[in-house]
């Protein structure tokens, strides 16, 4: 009986073949799954993403496209994209780096690099709550006047708009829900320019709408958006807007005051299903949230990607990198850019808002916020640089400050 009751050691084949599968699964992560060469920091074997999420060295690509440069295909997935499209893989040149030319184990060299890289933001504590069921319904969209400090929140009550001035008292309520011409149907998002005007996305008549913080009415663009829906203001109150269902980017540029729409330009395209958007008011770069279809029975995921002032592409982070650098899945809803230029997201699967670091050193991961959250859905900067999130599950506005 005493001996039926110990432990006893796997057979020595059973450890072989499992150290033998962990040793196959590190080469694949390793190297390029099309020449099947080791990947390096540089040259021709330097890992690069593909917009569909698959990693290729560069010489492969470079071999895909052909002599000219041309759109090459996906060997995986078979999706066409540019060689302009195609991005280093960050996460695997970190984990490069820390494996060193002498190589190592792939799990101590994570246990390493496990968000070091980069200055994480000072640690946050919960300085007011707004709202709560009753005062805002399923809100969507949050965003702060820089000049002001007050706060519009879009939401699915009887009036959309709700203003609350810095001590966190309702000033203004307006943007009535109906028909008429400046009514809100079904707001998506909402940003404040630098003038002072409040911008929303209604996807009830797929426009964008402009009011003065009175609510006054002065601009509705309804031509040429399949479904607008994230949105951000610039320094210079232009507006950056994502198109859901068109896959593209639009840059709106508008004399708010006099209600005149000067230019709505398309700066990119051939984006999947992009939603939330923000802009750093430093250098001008645009981080955007694709959200990808779902395949087969698993639920569909979340895409960021960083485009430079000159919209070219930065980096971005795929389900390579999440799987390869964060402790679980990441499903962002929403982002923005913190005064120092990092990104920080929302995550509804693990109810917390992260820091992912400057788009320099683009994926780290130090969580923000961890707890106390049910459903973060936005986020925006104060101009004393106070994060404010957004809850849709419990229907508030929590603040949150440098403790």
């Known amino acids: 009986r005493r001996r039926a009751g110990r432990w006893r050691p796997p057979p020595p084949a059973l450890v072989a073949a499992g150290m033998a599968a962990e040793d196959e699964a590190e080469l694949s992560l390793l190297e390029c799954r099309v020449c099947f060469e080791r990947y390096g920091p540089g040259g021709q074997r330097r890992p690069r993403n593909l917009p569909c999420g698959h990693v290729l060295c560069r010489g492969c690509v470079a071999a895909l496209g052909g002599p000219e440069g041309r759109r090459l295909e996906c060997p995986f997935c078979r999706r066409a994209c540019g060689p302009a499209e195609t991005s280093d893989c960050l996460p695997l040149l970190q984990l490069l780096e820390v494996l060193g030319p002498a190589g190592g184990s792939v799990p101590s060299a994570l246990g390493k690099s496990g968000g070091a890289a980069g200055a994480a933001p000072a640690g946050l504590g919960l300085r007011l709550s707004l709202g709560g069921w009753g005062s805002l319904v399923n809100p969507t969209g949050v965003a702060a006047c820089r000049r002001s400090g007050r706060l519009a929140v879009a939401h699915d009550g009887k009036k959309r708009i709700h203003v609350f001035g810095p001590s966190g008292a309702c000033l203004q309520r307006f943007g009535e829900r109906g028909d008429a011409g400046n009514d809100i149907k079904y707001p998506l998002d909402v940003t404040v320019t630098w003038d002072g005007h409040v911008v929303v996305t209604d996807g009830g008549d797929r426009s964008v709408k402009a009011f003065d913080f009175e609510g006054r009415g002065v601009l509705a663009v309804r031509e040429g958006f399949c479904l607008p829906w994230g949105l951000d203001a610039t320094p210079e109150s232009e507006v950056i807007l994502t198109d859901a269902e068109a896959g593209a980017l639009y840059r709106l540029t508008a004399d708010f005051k006099r209600g005149k729409l000067k230019k709505c330009q398309m700066i990119r395209s051939q984006l999947v299903s992009p939603r939330g958007v923000a802009v750093s008011q430093t250098s001008g770069a645009v981080v955007v949230i694709e959200h990808l279809k779902a395949q087969g029975l698993n639920s569909g995921s979340t895409r960021v990607k960083i485009f430079s002032a000159e919209m ?25 850019f913190d005064k120092e230029g990092r990104v920080i997201v929302t995550d509804v699967c693990s109810q917390a808002v992260i820091c992912l670091g400057k788009p320099e050193e683009f994926p780290v991961f130090n969580p923000l916020i961890s707890h106390g959250l049910s459903y973060p859905k936005g986020l925006t900067y104060t101009a004393n640089n106070s994060l404010v999130v957004l809850d849709s599950g419990d229907h508030s506005i929590k603040i949150y400050s440098s403790t």
């Open 312 to 336: 070219d592409l930065i980096s971005q982070m795929d389900s390579f990198g999440l799987n390869l650098v964060f402790p679980s899945k990441i499903c962002t809803t929403a982002v923005a």
